[in-house]
């Protein structure tokens, strides 16, 4: 499978939705409100050779379509006639996503026939016709995203739910959760790959643990080792060490302080 590139050049099969306008971008990234005057579609697909050389592009009062030398599609529409709001497309925006291979066949063939025919068609219809491949190709890849998204949080609740409940086994790992819920390990990286990993998470929830454990008036008698393992710690002075570099107290300090408070 092709890896995806920038979003200026996207590798073939892969589609890059961006926002005009540096507002635009602004609250496409970090979750504004303003919207575009308009949205780009840039996907790289098959084109007839002599067009593909020399580039083309078509353009109407609200859509614009241009072929790359590079040979990169880009249809530009207005945002105000999409059926979706800005909003709704946030999960595309500025970067690569996938698309399936019938849909980019049908938007290979719809470009090449418009490229083909447009000087001979009429250019209300045409707009039109731009601005409905448009919404074709944003609905199904929002569509697949956010299955793609939902399944990913779903996976992502088995591994944290698997590891919750065998918090206080010593030889948990990320082989043994990943074999547990039937994935590769890779795949397992792959639903924790927002800069912590899984031994990071692995490690944040026994410490979570300690710290229920340590603050419970009715456990106040349990030492410190057997604190370490119920939370699946080698040792207590491992344990020690690691709780104070993540809390800056040791367990016993955090202890007295929780049962005074």
């Known amino acids: 499978m092709a890896e995806p590139h920038s979003v200026d050049v996207p590798a073939t099969g892969y ?3 961006r926002a005009s306008g540096a507002a635009a971008a602004k609250a496409a990234i970090l979750g504004g409100s303003a919207a575009p005057e308009s949205v780009q579609l840039l996907l790289r697909c098959p084109v007839p050779r002599a067009v593909a050389e020399s580039g083309a592009k078509l353009t109407f009062a609200d859509a614009t379509l241009h072929l790359q030398p590079s040979g ?3 249809l530009t529409v207005a945002a105000a006639k999409l059926s979706i709001s800005f909003a709704e497309l946030r999960p595309l925006m500025f970067r690569p996503v996938e698309v399936a291979a019938p849909l980019r066949s049908l938007f290979a063939g719809a470009v090449a026939h ?6 001979r068609l009429d250019p209300h219809g045409l707009a039109h016709h731009l601005l409905g491949l ?5 609905r199904s890849a929002l569509r697949v995203e956010l299955d793609r998204v939902d399944a990913l949080a779903a996976r992502r609740r088995e591994a944290l739910e698997y590891m ?9 790992s990320a082989d043994k959760i990943a074999e547990a819920l039937y994935i590769s390990r890779r795949r397992l990286y792959q ?5 912590q990993g899984v031994s990071e998470r692995l490690k944040g929830l026994r410490i979570e643990r300690a710290k229920v454990l340590l603050a419970d008036p009715a456990k106040a008698g349990r030492g410190i080792a057997e604190v370490a393992r119920d939370c699946g710690f080698i040792s207590a002075p491992h344990f020690s060490r ?3 570099r993540a809390t800056g107290r040791t367990p016993r300090e955090f202890r007295e302080q929780a049962l005074r408070g």
Request: negative net charge; aromatic residues 6%; proline residues 3%.
């Open 242 to 244: 690691t709780f104070r």
């Open 134 to 138: 448009a919404e074709l190709v944003l």
């Open 72 to 74: 990169v599609v880009m």
């Open 164 to 172: 919750r409940a065998h918090l206080g086994e010593q030889s948990l």
């Open 114 to 119: 418009v490229l083909a025919a447009g000087p």
């Open 15 to 17: 589609l890059v939705v």
């Open 191 to 195: 639903l924790f790959d927002d800069g």
